[in-house]
């Protein structure tokens, strides 16, 4: 089977389609969403129209502001910018798609029994891993859930990366070049980042995705260059902190 992991969509169907069209020819079986598919940007419901009506299934769990903007979580931890993006979004979106944020389920979320995927780590869906250290607390956590997967995908920090536990401790790898494969080691464990679609954070503006082939044990990243000015432009006529425009340019 193949999974194709989009992540951290925020509301940018710029690159959204750019990178649906770059997968089209493409062989996977089913999509699996990591969450914040709304916020930061101007189309929450061309993106979420999108995803709903999409001809393959669709495995999602809830990010943060999707919690946010269907009213789950106040948003009193966002910044400034964030929460007028969300308090923006949930004035704005369809009844069909407010519904939809609304029952999200929340990760960890195991998938075909063969991994699990969640918004932030698996301890806890809204925190980030950065770090080794983040690394190994979940590392820990999952060596004592009831099922045996080693290898999870999560999103939230907007940086494509490679946390894995090898017998003499955790490797740490960004993921710098696009159409890079990681074959997956037996005996070791994985928390894998597809890294973002509608904003990437590690100073690459191009779109980003994974596809996990669980046949051949891989995972391939790719990066998709997309109309980043349509995207930045839309935030800035809708009224949006223009920040968050202006940071899609630089990949920040
Ligand atoms: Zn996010």
Known sequence: MRYLLISDLHANDEALSAVLSRVKRKKFDRVVCLGDFVG?????????????TMPRTVLSIRGNHDKVVSGIDSGEMFNPPALFAARWTSERLSKENYEFLRRLPQ??????DLFFVCHGSPLDEDAYIFSDFDASLNFVHMNRLSFDVDLCFFGHSHIPSIFTLEPDGIRVEAVRSARAKLKLEPGRKYLINPGSVGQPRDRNPKASYAIFDSDEHTVYFDRVAYDVEAARKKIHRAGLPSMLGDRLIVGL
């Open 40 to 52: 930061y940007a101007a189309d929450p419901n061309k993106v979420l129209d999108r995803i709903r």
């Open 107 to 112: 990760g960890p979320l195991v998938i075909d």
